[in-house]
């Protein structure tokens, strides 16, 4: 049974440029829910999807970030125009719909360097 | 707003010494309290978990948490440490009708052989 999955692991952009983070959550799993670890930092929420749509996005900046999980697919979180401030590990985690939400499953990351 | 603190951000012993990490919340309501490990390279795991009952939790590996209300504390505990112990270690905390984890800071856990 594979677990949540990320890809890329490592991604590399230089400023302007457009990052797109995906994760396949695991077999069975409808919840979705993104983090951010920044550098000396634990992880902070951004947001939390269901198929088709976005339950909570309080986490996210107001600007060019944005995230999805549709039908068919990974779930994407899209960076636009991409800052130094970026740079950051992108956690994605899973959950089944019939658990409690905080019974999550984590990915194991894409470490975002944007130069 | 709920917030998590760990005590010490890197800690260094050797091998058979043991391990106490430090955690504190702040939450104004019934908490889930977890413990999670990123050994170099590897996804976060889920080490051990408290959602109510007996305050002691027995964890993988041979780690153990004690949930202290009166104090708002999780500390995690581990009596002889191994090498391969070595990793990052994060305390997080959920309300128990909420769907955000709060993690602290981490501690980095350095295990010299």
């Known amino acids: 049974n594979a677990g949540v999955m990320q890809n890329p692991r490592h991604l590399v952009r230089r400023r302007g440029q457009e990052a797109r983070l995906r994760c396949s959550p695991m077999?069975?799993?409808?919840?979705v829910y993104w983090y951010r670890q920044l550098p000396e930092e634990g992880l902070k929420f951004m947001v939390y999807?269901?198929?088709?749509?976005?339950?909570?996005e309080s986490g996210m900046p107001k600007e060019r970030f944005s995230a999805e999980f549709p039908k068919e697919g990974p779930s994407i979180l899209r960076i636009q125009q991409v800052v130094r401030g970026d740079s950051a590990a992108y956690f994605c985690?899973?959950?089944?719909?019939?658990?409690?939400?905080?019974?999550?499953?984590f990915g194991p990351g894409t470490r975002l360097t944007v130069t | 707003a709920q917030s998590v603190s760990q005590h010490n951000h890197h800690v260094i012993l050797s091998e058979a010494a043991s391990l106490e990490l430090g955690c504190n919340y702040s939450?104004?309501?019934?908490?889930?309290l977890f413990w999670y490990v990123q050994y170099p390279g590897q996804h976060l795991q889920l080490l051990l978990k408290?959602?109510?009952?007996?305050?002691l939790v027995k964890g993988i590996k041979g780690f153990e948490a004690e949930f202290i209300k009166s104090k708002f504390s999780f500390n995690l505990r581990k009596p002889s440490v191994q090498w391969s112990d070595t990793a990052e270690y994060f305390c997080?905390?959920?309300?128990?009708?909420?769907?955000?984890?709060?993690f602290g800071a981490g501690t980095t856990v350095t295990v010299r052989a």
């Open positions: 985690a899973s959950s089944p719909e019939t658990a409690n939400s905080y019974e999550q499953y």
């Open positions: 077999k069975g799993h409808s919840h």
């Open positions: 999807l269901q198929k088709e749509n976005i339950i909570d």
């Open positions: 939450y104004g309501g019934t908490v889930n």
């Open positions: 408290y959602f109510s009952g007996d305050p």
């Open positions: 997080a905390v959920i309300g128990s009708n909420d769907y955000k984890l709060s």
